[in-house]
């Protein structure tokens, strides 16, 4: 099974930065496409970033311009760059992997979460 960790979250005043990390186990990291979500108190969870096996990658319209994703295959991780950041940006972010192709129980996977909370 494919298991996820992320690092990195804390607390940043507005118009500062974080970078978080998604650490995966497994052989068949290369091939899936990883995203990052998050979920605010009281709110719906939402995609933010994706990238795919390929490199391409698409952002909420919320942090275009802001948040930056990227992955590193040699070191089965997938990085968030969080600039200017704003106090909407809080919430728990959680790392996700899933088979490009294949819909069911083993091929969509979830890391436990990190906070980032954006206050001055």
């Known amino acids: 099974q494919v298991r996820l960790v992320e690092s990195g979250g804390g607390l940043v005043q507005p118009g500062g930065s974080l970078r978080l990390s998604c650490a995966a186990s497994?052989?068949?990291?290369?091939?899936?496409?990883m995203g990052w979500y998050r979920q605010a108190p009281e709110k719906q969870r939402e995609l933010v970033a994706a990238?795919?096996?390929?490199?391409?990658?698409s952002y909420a319209d919320s942090v275009k311009g802001r948040f930056t994703i990227s992955r590193d295959n040699a070191k089965n991780t997938v990085y968030l760059q969080m600039d200017s950041l704003k106090p909407e940006d809080t919430a728990v972010y959680y790392c996700?992997?899933?088979?490009?192709?294949?819909?069911?129980?083993?091929?969509?996977?979830w890391g436990s979460g990190t906070q980032v909370t954006v206050s001055s």
């Open positions: 990238i795919t096996s390929g490199g391409r990658t």
């Open positions: 497994g052989s068949i990291f290369s091939i899936y496409t």
């Open positions: 996700n992997a899933r088979h490009p192709r294949i819909n069911a129980p083993g091929y969509n996977h």
